[in-house]
């Protein structure tokens, strides 16, 4: 039997024709709805990008002036939309607050060992590939390690003056180390290096252990030399291998500068300084949220008492207690590998304001470590345990900067 069919042929529409009329009624009040929270959390970043986050967060602020972290979402046409509200303040909260973070994502390029003969432009080439890397996971800033373009050459005793000045760099950039500041400038990737400088001033040479700050644009914006120069400067044939840092460089004299660049409050120190307290303090009365450091650490020491996993954890430790008790971030950079037959530590470490170690390599050769380093982080120590302003006493700390021995009582 044939179905009934209405005038010009067609079926009776039944019942099934106004279920199909709601379903688009629901699908277009669905699609209202979406537009709805789309243009709310459009508003909500526009209004995040507005907000001057610089000002505020050095007032402490962490919200907007007068605004709330969860914009006024349009809930849609429907009170079955209503549901869906929370959610929708979610994520407009989300890309609120991902508008105001300071977040820099910061790669430590550790080096494997640089042989005497290695070429400078052969160590810039293992640079830039390891910036490349950075590049693709998503890093913003690379930090390199110290005396980067040549092998630790303070292990000898070099007589010949044009022998020991082929080591320094009088300028950077230059013909060696051009590539790296082109592909820094070409991948938007800032930089840390570290490099033996010579200098002439009053028609005689000055020698310092030196790093460069470089931010995204390829350009220089600081620059740091070593304070807390280790070893000897005397020729000491019984030992294994010299350490003629005070032989080689004078002890820096600019300081501890820090720089407001990439979005943080940055400093810079090399090797040794990271084990003396008053490097970090001095750039964390400065407000430093971000302390670079490259290092060149024997896996043995020399005189002995010191066995290669304490030294491994010793430069962790100093690195953790400057960077908990200043609230900043520390990256901490080494050269690793067996370098002419001395056996370098490695043990490169990203280190958070908490103190807590959150990367580490694990090679003695070229490798990366990565981190997102969230500068509003350093807030909560800043602004608690050590909140200098409120507790520091340095009516007691006098002896500090009076003397450098120590005197024990009689």
Request: overall charge neutral; proline content about 5%; glycine content about 10%.
């Amino acid at each position: 039997m044939k179905p009934a069919t209405g005038p010009a042929g067609e079926r009776p529409t039944g019942r099934r024709e106004p279920q199909r009329d709601l379903r688009q009624d629901q699908q277009r009040d669905e699609r209202d709805g979406q537009e709805d929270v789309r243009e709310a959390v459009r508003e909500a970043v526009q209004d995040a990008v507005r907000y001057d986050v610089t000002a505020d967060a050095a007032a402490g602020r962490t919200t907007p002036r007068g605004a709330s972290l969860v914009h006024p979402l349009p809930i849609g046409r429907k009170n079955r939309f209503a549901r869906g509200y929370n959610r929708d303040a979610r994520e407009a909260r989300m890309a609120l607050e991902g508008a105001m973070a300071r977040v820099l994502t910061v790669a430590g390029a550790q080096l494997g060992p640089i042989q005497r003969s290695d070429t400078k432009a052969q160590c810039v080439a293992r640079m830039i590939e390891l910036m490349r890397r950075a590049k693709a996971r998503g890093a913003q800033l690379v930090v390199f390690p110290e005396l980067a373009l040549t092998t630790f050459f303070p292990r000898w005793l070099i007589e010949d003056e044009a022998e020991l000045d082929a080591y320094y760099e009088r300028e950077v950039p230059n013909a060696d180390t051009i590539a790296l500041f082109d592909e820094s400038r070409r991948l938007g990737v800032g930089f840390y290096l570290g490099y033996a400088e010579l200098v002439e001033e009053g028609g005689r040479k000055r020698r310092f252990n030196t790093s460069i700050l470089v931010d995204t644009s390829g350009t220089i914006v600081g620059k740091y030399r070593k304070v807390h120069l280790p070893g000897h400067a005397d020729y000491r044939p019984h030992l294994p291998f010299q350490h003629l840092e005070k032989r080689y460089f004078e002890p820096g004299d600019l300081g501890f500068p820090v720089w407001r660049t990439m979005g943080g409050v940055m400093g810079m120190a090399i090797c040794n300084d990271r084990r003396w307290p008053e490097t970090y303090r001095v750039m964390g009365l400065k407000g430093v949220e971000l302390v670079m450091l490259g290092f060149n650490t024997p896996a043995m020491n020399r005189d002995g008492g010191e066995a290669h996993y304490l030294r491994v954890h010793h430069s962790n430790l100093v690195m953790s207690a400057g960077a908990y008790q200043n609230g900043t971030w520390v990256v901490g950079v080494a050269k690793a590998g067996r370098e002419e037959g001395v056996d370098m530590t490695g043990s490169s470490i990203i280190v958070a304001p908490s103190g807590e170690i959150v990367a580490q390599s694990c090679t003695l050769g070229d490798e990366l470590i990565v981190a997102d380093c969230d500068f509003d982080q350093c807030q909560f120590n800043k602004t608690t345990v050590f909140d200098f302003a409120a507790h520091r006493r340095i009516e007691h700390y006098g002896i500090i900067t009076a003397q450098t021995g120590a005197t024990p009582p009689p």
